[in-house]
């Protein structure tokens, strides 16, 4: 791209126009004359090079002007480059795997199976964040720690089974070690997004205790009870090793996510069927996005010496002209 970085000077263009009209002027006039007593002392004119070249020595030094004006407007050219700068974020799933992810009630998978595919499914519209996995149910550990390596967590996800750990639910471990994880993150937005379809019944730590802890270090936590509301089909096998399936009722301590989710400044949500849970990872997804800036950064070539030395190589020529073989009258 071409600019002028002090298109100001351009005014000085009025400079060679006003040279002009006065040279034309004083040519009218005639005031541009020398005197001789007779015609016949100067020999008549011969048509040839010369006297065209002689008459353009005039246009040519204001060209060279011209060009001197347009070397103080500073002519550029300009490589541009534009950057996009993202801020990601940090965002840990925490996800059940107790045995009563074993329920089908979202069918033809159970609740585990279709968790896995919705957040995996989240996962790939992520672009510059860091996502980890910690995994829980009456203990927790991390599956997979942040990583930009989206690939790898989405293998760690397929691998994540129900019978990993001890059944029971601990939500207050599962929300302490997410914590632990993420806390001394560099993002500025720190986002834990757990996943459960039980009661807290389980460990040391007790749930809203870890969600201040959560709030203390500046971390919001997203909380989504996953299950049908009244009776889900639970698998069972028999004394002859038959698997059949038994209603069992459906127990998600609302109360309790939604305070975790409020102190910390997330929400809560309740997923009773997989496109419901799809939302609801397709709303935190629109809601916390990665900032992005774009900016543009400018490599710049002057060009005035260019017009510089062509102005000089144009007076140069004339000079040398004049004093040669274009010599004139002074």
């Given at each position: 791209?071409?600019?002028?970085?002090?298109?100001?000077?351009?005014l000085?263009?009025?400079?060679?126009?006003?040279?002009?009209?006065?040279?034309?002027?004083?040519?009218?006039?005639?005031?541009?004359?020398?005197?001789?007593p007779?015609?016949?002392?100067?020999?008549?004119?011969?048509?040839?090079?010369?006297?065209?070249?002689?008459?353009?020595?005039?246009?040519?030094?204001?060209?060279?002007?011209?060009l001197?004006?347009?070397?103080l407007?500073?002519?550029?050219?300009l490589?541009?480059?534009?950057?996009d700068?993202?801020?990601?974020?940090?965002?840990?799933?925490?996800?059940?795997?107790?045995?009563s992810m074993?329920?089908v009630?979202?069918?033809?998978?159970?609740?585990?199976?279709?968790?896995k595919?919705?957040?995996?499914?989240?996962?790939?519209?992520?672009?510059?964040d860091?996502l980890?996995?910690?995994?829980?149910?009456?203990?927790?550990?991390?599956?997979c720690?942040?990583?930009?390596?989206?690939?790898?967590?989405?293998f760690?996800?397929?691998?994540?089974?129900l019978g990993?750990?001890?059944d029971?639910?601990?939500?207050?471990?599962?929300?302490?070690?997410?914590?632990?994880?993420?806390?001394?993150?560099a993002?500025?937005?720190?986002?834990i997004?757990l996943?459960?379809?039980?009661?807290n019944n389980?460990?040391e730590i007790?749930?809203?205790?870890?969600?201040?802890?959560?709030?203390d270090?500046?971390?919001?936590?997203?909380?989504?009870g996953?299950?049908?509301r009244?009776?889900?089909?639970?698998?069972?096998?028999?004394?002859?090793?038959?698997?059949?399936?038994?209603?069992?009722n459906?127990?998600?301590?609302?109360?309790?996510?939604?305070?975790?989710?409020?102190?910390?400044g997330?929400?809560?949500?309740?997923?009773?069927?997989?496109?419901s849970?799809?939302?609801?990872?397709?709303?935190?997804?629109r809601?916390?996005?990665?900032?992005?800036k774009?900016?543009?950064y400018?490599?710049?070539?002057?060009?005035?010496?260019?017009?510089i030395?062509?102005?000089?190589?144009?007076?140069?020529?004339?000079?040398?002209?004049?004093?040669?073989?274009?010599?004139?009258?002074p």
């Amino acid at each position: 791209m071409f600019r002028l970085a002090a298109k100001v000077n351009l005014l000085l263009l009025a400079l060679p126009l006003l040279l002009a009209w006065w040279w034309r002027f004083l040519s009218r006039r005639s005031q541009r004359h020398v005197w001789f007593p007779a015609q016949a002392l100067l020999p008549a004119q011969a048509p040839g090079l010369t006297p065209a070249l002689i008459r353009l020595l005039g246009p040519l030094k204001m060209a060279a002007l011209i060009l001197f004006i347009l070397a103080l407007a500073r002519p550029q050219l300009l490589h541009t480059y534009h950057v996009d700068e993202q801020k990601g974020m940090d965002i840990l799933l925490t996800l059940d795997i107790s045995g009563s992810m074993a329920a089908v009630d979202f069918k033809p998978k159970n609740r585990l199976e279709v968790a896995k595919d919705v957040i995996a499914s989240f996962i790939a519209k992520r672009s510059s964040d860091r996502l980890g996995l910690v995994i829980f149910a009456a203990t927790s550990y991390t599956k997979c720690p942040l990583t930009v390596d989206y690939d790898i967590l989405k293998f760690y996800l397929q691998e994540t089974a129900l019978g990993e750990l001890e059944d029971g639910t601990a939500l207050g471990m599962a929300l302490a070690a997410s914590v632990n994880r993420i806390r001394h993150a560099a993002a500025k937005t720190k986002i834990i997004i757990l996943l459960t379809d039980g009661v807290n019944n389980r460990g040391e730590i007790d749930p809203r205790d870890a969600a201040k802890m959560a709030r203390d270090f500046h971390i919001k936590v997203y909380t989504i009870g996953v299950g049908t509301r009244g009776e889900a089909p639970y698998p069972v096998t028999d004394s002859l090793g038959r698997q059949q399936y038994v209603m069992v009722n459906v127990e998600i301590d609302e109360a309790l996510l939604r305070e975790m989710a409020k102190t910390t400044g997330g929400l809560y949500f309740r997923a009773t069927d997989r496109d419901s849970l799809q939302n609801i990872f397709s709303e935190i997804d629109r809601w916390e996005k990665t900032s992005i800036k774009s900016r543009n950064y400018y490599e710049t070539t002057e060009l005035f010496p260019y017009f510089i030395a062509l102005g000089l190589f144009i007076l140069l020529l004339l000079e040398t002209a004049r004093r040669s073989f274009l010599r004139t009258l002074p």
